[in-house]
């Protein structure tokens, strides 16, 4: 999905309707930064929103997803490539879930080994037993970060309270209380910090 040419075509076509992004988002019942988000390209309306939206611009979701006016005689075949590309989409997305699981166990791994290697052979010398642990912390942290930039990239995280699926920041998503598949974060439609839950999707 062309995120930009989405985002876009959303302005246009809400300044067409003579619509601020305010107003928009009030017939949406979201916030108007969510608004700003699509049409900056920063990201897709959720499923739930994606009915609601095309109404309010006239347009169907087969055109927001493409992001233009589709003649008649386009019309199936855009469909498909939509379609296509939504399931593409999230199979990318669970294969980058398991490249993270597999870096992450690594990681942690190698730390573990380190450790018990300076811990357990009484013939390491000191400095030797200081390389390990600095070089599996190291590990561990290159691992870290090979995860978050990986993890930041998929889905989005979905409110407890309002069912909001947001993409956080990445000082947000570091600097926040994890779970295996939530993070404590705060909703930037009904402003409620939940443990959000991770989604495929957006
Ligand atoms: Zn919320």
């Given amino acids: ?73 386009d019309y199936r075949e855009k469909a498909e490539e939509n379609i296509m590309e939504l399931v593409r989409e999230r199979e990318e ?32 010398t000191t400095p030797l037993r200081i390389f390990l642990i600095v070089f599996g912390s190291v590990i561990v942290a290159a691992s870290i970060g090979i995860v978050v930039a990986i993890d930041v990239d998929t889905g989005t995280f979905e409110c407890r309270s309002c069912g909001e699926r947001f993409v956080p920041s990445t000082k947000e998503y570091i600097f926040t209380t994890h779970g295996l598949t939530t993070r404590k974060l705060k909703c930037p439609h009904c402003g409620k910090t939940t443990n959000c839950k991770k989604r495929l999707t957006r």
């Fill in 93 to 124: 997305n669970k294969k980058k879930l398991v490249i993270e699981a597999v870096v992450a166990c690594m990681g942690v791994l190698t730390l573990v080994l380190c450790v018990m290697l300076a811990g357990l052979l009484e013939e390491v």
């Fill in 1 to 73: 999905m062309d995120q930009v040419k989405i985002g876009q075509f959303i302005a246009r076509l809400r300044k067409e309707k003579k619509l601020t992004q305010r107003q928009l988002a009030d017939k949406l019942l979201i916030s108007d930064k969510t608004v700003s988000k699509w049409e900056c390209g920063k990201g897709l309306p959720e499923v739930s929103l994606m009915l609601p939206l095309c109404e309010e611009l006239g347009i169907s979701v087969n055109e927001l997803l493409s992001g233009e006016k589709i003649p008649e005689k």
